[in-house]
């Protein structure tokens, strides 16, 4: 997600914020960006990898539940909500963005053990 006001041209890493908690990217917050400029940082991301991944739990999915936040798919999986209103991501999008943000050496982030 983007800041209100934030120029489109000109846009800025503390212009993009995250679509589960609402922080600003920055040095030592690491995103993932999805369909539509839709982001997870990394500390959701963690959040939602031990709840879904780890813990195997999280909501029920399917219709009638919400889309995803990262893919704007409506999956019979289950998810996971942030902080914000109608913030879900499901499982898969977790998944996969965890192997993003563990591939990239200088950031330092690990998926979360049990």
Same mark, same amino acid.
């Given at each position: 997600?983007?800041?209100?006001? *934030?120029?489109?041209?000109? $846009?800025?890493?503390?212009? $993009?914020?995250?679509?589960?908690?609402?922080?600003?990217? #920055?040095?030592?917050?690491?995103?993932?960006? &999805?369909?539509?400029?839709?982001?997870? @940082? #990394?500390?959701?991301l963690r959040? =939602?990898?031990? %709840?879904?991944? $780890?813990?195997? !739990? !999280?909501? =029920?999915? &399917?219709?009638?539940?919400? =889309? @995803?936040?990262l893919c704007?798919?409506?999956?019979?999986?289950?998810?996971?909500? !942030?902080?914000?209103? &109608?913030?879900? $991501?499901?499982?898969? *999008?977790?998944?996969?963005?965890? %192997?993003?943000?563990?591939?990239d050496p200088?950031?330092?982030?690990?998926?979360?053990?049990?």
């Amino acid at each position: 997600m983007r800041r209100e006001g *934030c120029d489109p041209n000109d $846009v800025r890493m503390s212009d $993009v914020l995250c679509d589960f908690c609402g922080r600003e990217w #920055g040095e030592s917050l690491p995103m993932v960006e &999805g369909h539509l400029g839709s982001c997870i @940082c #990394g500390d959701c991301l963690r959040d =939602a990898y031990r %709840a879904l991944v $780890v813990a195997g !739990g !999280g909501g =029920a999915g &399917g219709s009638g539940h919400g =889309a @995803c936040r990262l893919c704007r798919e409506e999956r019979d999986e289950r998810s996971w909500s !942030g902080a914000l209103p &109608g913030a879900r $991501v499901c499982r898969r *999008c977790v998944r996969q963005s965890a %192997a993003v943000l563990q591939k990239d050496p200088d950031l330092g982030w690990r998926k979360p053990e049990s």
